[in-house]
Structures are given as structure tokens and as C-alpha cells.
């Protein structure tokens, strides 16, 4: 499969705990992003990544979530000190970096806090 | 702010009818348009898109129509089949150089009747 992957599909975590999700984007792939989904809306922006350089950050991202593009390769996302509301879908995508070409989406880490 | 969003938040079809799913967006900036398809548990599936220099893009069963004078995109589903029954959305380039970083509408469920 050649596909945007994402690993683990599920996580379940204690509120207060810190989690970690990773995206393998597709190979040469160059633009990679991260979104969030809750249940019934659509995806939401989080930060994209150009290479290894992450050039934007929404506003929906606090202070408690990092992410990064270490080889401007896979990418992690880390929430530290999770809470409930931080319980949703975590997209990854990835596009070539070309104008007008699409982002392929990953199947999603489904990220439950308790 | 700028958002995108649905008419309709459910659709119901007969197998083999024609479906037709509207979205209205804001943003009269947005230059880039795309259709995705959701099926639950899954990431968002790319379906077809369009540039704001076109108004009118036809796929394998799919045709998106865009009107910028109303500001308003739809997407119609031709023979529609139970395999067609998802989530879709509609998404809008949020602007700049990165045509990844989308603005999703809420999203419309379509019911394929056997």
C-alpha cells in the first residue's frame, strides 16, 4: 500500500497523559498535513509541513500540541497532558506541493481520551 | 469568518437515481475546490476537483458544477449505487501557496436505498 499511513489507528489514554501519532506520507510527497475531525464536522486544519519545515499553525493548535517533520519524511504529532476534549480523529495528509493537486488523506488515528 | 458549508445534512436515494449534493462557501478568495468522500472509520477519499476558472468538471459518474457569482458548488452523483453511501464534503483551498490546507464544509450523509 502505497498510501498515506498512520499509525496507531486507535488510542485509548487516560486524561493527563501524553500520546504520540505518526503519519507516513506518500513517498515524495513533499507537503504533509495534519487535521483534526470530531464526530458529525468536517476536518479541521491543524499545521502543514513543507519538507522539513512546519510553516503554519492554527490557532486550534494550544501550547500542548507539537508536531514535527524531523527528515521531512513521517511526522509525529504529540498532545502532552491530554483531556477529553482532545478526543477526536487525527488526519494526516499529503500532497506533492504542486498548485492544484489534491491532498490524499490517511485512514486516521481515532484518539479517545477517558 | 470564512466557512464553507451544506444545504443539506442528509440525502436519501434510490439506487440508480441521479443524487445531488450543494454546498455554499464564503470565501470569494477561495480559487481551488474539491469533493470528498468519507466512508465511516475511513479518511476522507478524493473524488473530484475543480479550479475557479472553471464552473463546470466531469469525472467517472461525477460531475462538479461551480457557480461563483452565488458562490456555490455541487456535486452530482450519476446511477447513484449503495457504494456511494458516505459522508461527503466539500472543501475549499483556504488560499496562499498551499492547496492542502482546506477549509472543510459540516458535511452531507447520503443514503443509498437498495
Known amino acids: 500500500d502505497t498510501g498515506v499511513s498512520q499509525n496507531p489507528r486507535h488510542k485509548i489514554t487516560k486524561r493527563g497523559q501524553n500520546v504520540t501519532f505518526r503519519c507516513d506520507p506518500i513517498s515524495e510527497h513533499n507537503r504533509l498535513y495534519w487535521y483534526r475531525q470530531t464526530l458529525g464536522q468536517g476536518p479541521e486544519f491543524l499545521t502543514y509541513f513543507q519538507n522539513e519545515a512546519q510553516l503554519e499553525k492554527s490557532r486550534l493548535l494550544s501550547d500542548r500540541f507539537s508536531a514535527e517533520r524531523p527528515k521531512g519524511s513521517f511526522s509525529t504529532l504529540e498532545i502532552q497532558r491530554t483531556e477529553q476534549g482532545d478526543s477526536a480523529m487525527y488526519l494526516c495528509?499529503?500532497?506533492?506541493?504542486?498548485?492544484?493537486?489534491?491532498?490524499?488523506f490517511g485512514q486516521g488515528t481515532r484518539l479517545t481520551v477517558v | 469568518g470564512e466557512s464553507v458549508g451544506l444545504h443539506l445534512p442528509t440525502l436519501s436515494v434510490q439506487e440508480g437515481d441521479n443524487s445531488i449534493i450543494n454546498c455554499a462557501y464564503s470565501n470569494s478568495a477561495s480559487d481551488y475546490f474539491i469533493w470528498y468522500k468519507q466512508e465511516s472509520g475511513k479518511g476522507p477519499q478524493f473524488i473530484i476537483d475543480i479550479r475557479s476558472n472553471m464552473d463546470k468538471r466531469q469525472g467517472q459518474r461525477v460531475t462538479v458544477l461551480l457557480n461563483k457569482t452565488v458562490k456555490h458548488l455541487s456535486l452530482q452523483i450519476a446511477a447513484t449505487q449503495p457504494g456511494d453511501s458516505a459522508v461527503y464534503f466539500c472543501?475549499?483551498?483556504?488560499?496562499?501557496?498551499?492547496?492542502?490546507?482546506?477549509?472543510f464544509g459540516q458535511g452531507t450523509i447520503l443514503t443509498v436505498h437498495p
Open positions: 495528509a499529503s500532497s506533492p506541493g504542486q498548485a492544484d493537486t489534491e491532498a490524499f
Open positions: 472543501a475549499e483551498n483556504a488560499g496562499g501557496t498551499s492547496y492542502g490546507k482546506l477549509t
